[in-house]
């Protein structure tokens, strides 16, 4: 009786294409990490400014995550490892960390004129985006606000007002006061030209008032207190 050994088995050359990685695959690895670290703006330039502005004290911990790539690479473990702490103060890091690598800023995120940590902002008239130049004359203008070079108190010539996006959060009231939340008006120009300064808690997210012990101890406390009120209806 003949004994036959079992040979190794071995994969078809037909898949060996499938099991090796293909370089388009290794450029998205490669990249991921990159991918995920948005580029600071002229309004956030560092990771310190970055914690100043979404408050609740974590501008205390700004030694912990010097750098632009600590503050969007940390995971909640390595943050809590350096000593940012209670939970939910990593949460809400992490919750703003993730805003911003989507562009979802706060006030003056979107701001690209901007000279330490100052931005200079004007409320200008525009004409409505379509309109042709004879209709241009007529036509009832848009207030809106925009962001200037610093020093630009003079008016904005129509050439350089198409370019301009309104900036957010940011609106004119009146015949031509700029107004939103940290706006700071600029004297002699009758609040038609502001300044936006970056500054502690700027972007911050306040936390709720709970009532009655929040939503998991409603129920137990509004109960033991309705059972007080009929002990003490009984007496």
Request: charged share 30%.
């Amino acid at each position: 009786m003949k004994l036959h050994t079992a040979k190794p088995l071995t994969q078809p050359s037909s898949f060996l294409p499938f099991l090796r990685p293909s370089p388009r695959l290794h450029r998205h690895l490669s990249s991921t990490t990159t991918a995920q670290i948005p580029p600071p703006t002229p309004f956030v330039p560092d990771s310190k400014t970055f914690l100043s502005l979404i408050g609740r004290n974590l501008s205390a911990h700004a030694a912990k995550i010097p750098t632009w790539t600590a503050l969007f690479t940390l995971s909640s473990e390595q943050l809590r490892k350096l000593g940012v702490e209670p939970a939910r103060t990593r949460r809400y890091l992490l919750w703003w960390r993730e805003r911003f690598r989507k562009g979802d800023y706060g006030i003056g995120g979107d701001l690209k004129e901007v000279r330490d940590s100052v931005a200079t902002v004007r409320a200008v008239e525009v004409v409505p985006a379509g309109a042709g130049p004879a209709a241009a004359a007529t036509i009832r203008r848009r207030k809106i606000v925009v962001n200037v070079p610093a020093g630009a108190e003079e008016e904005v010539d129509e050439v350089r007002l198409r370019g301009l996006e309104p900036v957010k959060g940011l609106k004119v009231l009146g015949a031509g006061t700029v107004a939103g939340p940290f706006v700071e008006p600029v004297k002699g120009t009758g609040g038609s030209v502001a300044a936006v300064r970056a500054q502690e808690g700027m972007w911050e997210q306040r936390r709720g008032v709970k009532i009655d012990g929040g939503e998991r101890r409603k129920v137990m406390v509004r109960r033991k207190r309705k059972l007080e009120e009929m002990k003490k209806a009984r007496v």
